[in-house]
């Protein structure tokens, strides 16, 4: 007689919860799943606190809707293992500013995580400096060479908009300033088009046609 599977999962966060919900719908019959964790407390990072009487995600507060193909995420098709799906809130569209010089300014738009596609769009918040982005002459990157995004943007557009873009957005994300972030690292589709285009903005505006777009 085979003897039926006792797993043990060590941990409760989103990982070990979805790897015991997995375990329960492919693992043999009989099979003894145990979560252990250690803090009392499922959900690990994913946490709903309260923030001056309201609730708030002090974790994650967002997931993908698809995956990088196209289709249903997996956090999705999870959700709606568990009955879930019809509780997914989608987010409103909201307006998120910048504090310029004491004042709320508008995000402008078209930037790729803060790198402008448009320089109009983006000088009354963060002016580019006068002669910027002319033609190189010559693609911004070659082959096989990478730079941090702080130093190619002040080189073709200028400090202010590094400091007033490119670092909230891109350095919120990464947690860390745009001058010691590699481009190819952490903008790989800007620096694919940096290696064919001879301007910033152009640059951008190719890295944002070719990137897929999702529903
Ligand atoms: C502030 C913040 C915002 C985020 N925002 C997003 C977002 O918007 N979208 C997104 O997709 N992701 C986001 N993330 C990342 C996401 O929250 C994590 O990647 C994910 O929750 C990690 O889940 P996990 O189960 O792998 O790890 P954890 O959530 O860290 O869970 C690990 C669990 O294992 C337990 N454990 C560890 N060691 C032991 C042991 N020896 N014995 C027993 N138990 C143990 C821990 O107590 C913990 O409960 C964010 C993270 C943070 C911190």
Known sequence: ???????????GGITGLAAAVRLRDSAPEGTEVTVYEQSGRLGGKLFTGELAGGPVEFGAESFLMRD??????AAVTLARRLGLAEAIVHPTVGQAALLVDGTLRP?????LVGVPGDLEKVAAVAPPAADADRDAGHPLLAA?????????VRKRLGDAVVERLVDP????????????????TTMPALARAARAEHTLV????????????AP
């Open 68 to 73: 990088p193909a196209g289709g249903e995420s």
């Open 202 to 213: 152009g640059a951008v505006r190719a890295a944002q046609a070719a990137a897929p777009r």
């Open 169 to 184: 957005m891109l350095g919120g994300v990464y947690a860390g300033r745009a001058d010691d972030l590699s481009l190819v």
């Open 144 to 152: 096989g060479e990478d730079t941090s995004v702080g130093e190619l």
């Open 107 to 111: 995000v402008p738009g078209g930037t």
């Open 1 to 11: 007689m085979v003897r039926p599977w006792r797993v043990a999962i060590v941990g």
